[in-house]
């Protein structure tokens, strides 16, 4: 083989190669000279590429057949790369996909990548989070977010991998467990209204009624007299104490008047106290809610405005009943200008009781929760809902 073959042989090996064909292996000449050499040189390098490009083909087809969202990202948080399961999720294409932030894809105000990135470290390999994704067709998808720092061989931190769990269903099934349980307490507790209603204050009002004709029928003893008027006072009282009663059980304007109604009748006797000033933004768009949902809406107000007097020492509270159409959620914002608290509080077991009923009223309905506060400055409680179905109360 001449020199010029060998020429030839050697810009036809790198040709197939840069075409991806790592099979092909140049002739070498009896010679066995410098250009063999190099031929030789080049065959072998044909091969570590075939034996590189399998592993990243096979490594490649494990990445995509994972069912569970992987994402690899960069030191500030940027995707470099993601698989099929990522794409099919999301309902983008990866070109769109890559070079943007996680927290692009992310359904919070808050930055996921701030917390992967503050949690992980020397001493801690991975964290584990639970976050909701903005999926195809802007439906939501709650995933459990596994994150690790990558680190290259030569122990030099690289970036972020982030596999995603859909845990969608599990979601759905403990929020509809924790609906019923909360439909079966507001039931139980309408029909003990009703009870109470229907028979103690029936029997409290025929009492009260013959008291009065006892009245009319007593002597003009004056002792007599001020004990039937006293007995009267009592009973008068008792039946106030019970439609209070019935009323804080299941308020009646909210079955027949909806959210803006019983929040504006419940506003009105906090108001008659004359101890606050109030200010109710309500929201006319919003008609009528789901029925649990406007019982779960209305207790967590009740159960502000009763913190705020126990504890606020406040001279002025804030409603505020919102209806976001663009994203068909309805949301409240509760707020008061008392001595507000320590919200590291919340974190401690055994102390955030309430926060923790809070939590997992909001959570049943697919709710989301902030509470803010500061020392003498205030608190403030967000709740926010989507809203899956709109209907005329029983």
Do not use: W
Not at 301 to 327: G, P, R
Not at 354 to 361: D, S
Request: proline content about 1%; hydrophobic content about 40%.
């Amino acid at each position: 083989m001449s020199e010029n073959q060998q020429l030839a042989e050697i810009s036809e090996l790198l040709l197939e190669y840069s075409a991806g064909n790592y099979t092909f292996q140049g002739r070498i000449s009896d010679a066995v000279d410098e250009y063999d050499m190099i031929i030789s040189g080049i065959n072998m390098l044909g091969e570590e590429l075939l034996s590189t490009n399998v592993s990243k083909d096979y490594f490649s087809s494990i990445f995509n057949a994972v069912t569970d969202l992987v994402l690899v990202l960069g030191k500030d948080g940027k995707v470099i790369d993601c698989n099929e399961a990522t794409v099919l999720a999301l309902a983008q294409d990866k070109r769109d996909i890559i070079d943007r932030k996680l927290d692009d894809f992310i359904d919070s105000h808050n930055s996921i990548f701030e917390d992967i990135a503050n949690s992980l470290g020397k001493k801690v390999k991975s964290v584990l989070l639970e976050e909701s994704l903005i999926g195809n067709q802007n439906n939501i998808i709650y995933g459990q977010f596994t994150c690790s720092q990558i680190i290259d061989r030569f122990d030099i931190f690289q970036g972020y991998l982030v596999s995603i769990k859909d845990i969608t269903e599990q979601k759905e099934n403990e929020a509809n467990i924790l609906r019923a349980v909360f439909s079966a307490e507001q039931s139980e507790q309408k029909r003990v209204a009703d009870d109470l209603h229907d028979s103690l204050g029936q029997e409290l009002s025929m009492t009260k009624l013959m008291i009065s004709n006892l009245k009319r029928h007593s002597s003009n003893d004056a002792k007599s007299l001020e004990l039937i008027a006293t007995c009267t006072d009592i009973l008068d009282n008792s039946i106030q104490h019970l439609r209070e009663i019935c009323f804080n059980l299941m308020p009646g304007v909210l079955t027949r008047g909806g959210l803006n109604m019983a929040i504006s009748e419940l506003l009105k006797k906090l108001s008659s106290q004359g101890n606050f000033d109030i200010e109710f933004e309500k929201n006319p768009a919003i008609d009528r809610l789901e029925s649990n949902l406007e019982i779960v809406m209305y207790r967590i107000t009740q159960e502000f405005i009763n913190n705020m007097i126990k504890y606020a020492d406040a001279s002025l509270l804030k409603v505020e009943l919102n209806f976001q159409e663009e994203q068909n959620s309805v949301s409240l914002l509760l707020s008061d200008n008392g001595r507000g608290f320590d919200i590291s509080i919340l974190d401690k077991v055994g102390e955030n009781r309430g926060y923790q009923n809070l939590k997992t009223k909001v959570k049943a309905f697919k709710g989301t929760v902030e509470i803010k506060s500061e020392i003498n400055v205030g608190t403030s409680t967000f709740v926010k809902f989507p809203i899956t179905a709109h209907h005329e109360q029983d």
